[in-house]
């Protein structure tokens, strides 16, 4: 299994930026998919959900209004597009399952939001 994350960069504030992650050796279309992003001595923490079985979502309060996750199953890939970035927005955003198996992280793409 390998998760292929790009999309990431550098923006100024109240910039947009969309994520993929282009997922090989299982299939998204069934499985709760997720976003994740760490900021240097910090833990990993959940972002963004989407599930699987009727397409609800969740997202953690500091990104909901402005993050939104699809997916595209014939692509096997999941985005995140992201809107009215804010410096701390800025972290590593990884995608992996929810709950994540911890063999699935890719490299993650790195997020730089200034002010």
């Known amino acids: 299994v390998q998760m292929v994350e790009s999309g990431g960069g550098m923006v100024q504030a109240g910039g947009s930026l969309r994520l993929s992650c282009a997922a090989s050796?299982?299939?998204?279309?069934?499985?709760?998919m997720a976003w994740y992003r760490q900021t240097p001595g910090q833990e990993r923490t959940l972002v963004a959900r989407?599930?699987?079985?009727?397409?609800?979502?969740f997202y953690i309060d500091s990104v909901k209004g402005r993050f939104t996750i699809t997916k595209d199953n014939a692509r096997n890939t999941i985005y995140l597009q992201m809107t009215s970035l804010k410096p701390e927005d800025t972290a590593i955003y990884y995608c992996?399952?929810?709950?994540?198996?911890?063999?699935?992280w890719g490299r993650g793409t790195q997020v730089t939001v200034s002010s």
């Open positions: 992996n399952e929810d709950p994540h198996d911890a063999g699935y």
């Open positions: 050796g299982l299939t998204i279309w069934y499985l709760t």
């Open positions: 989407l599930r699987w079985m009727d397409n609800s979502t």
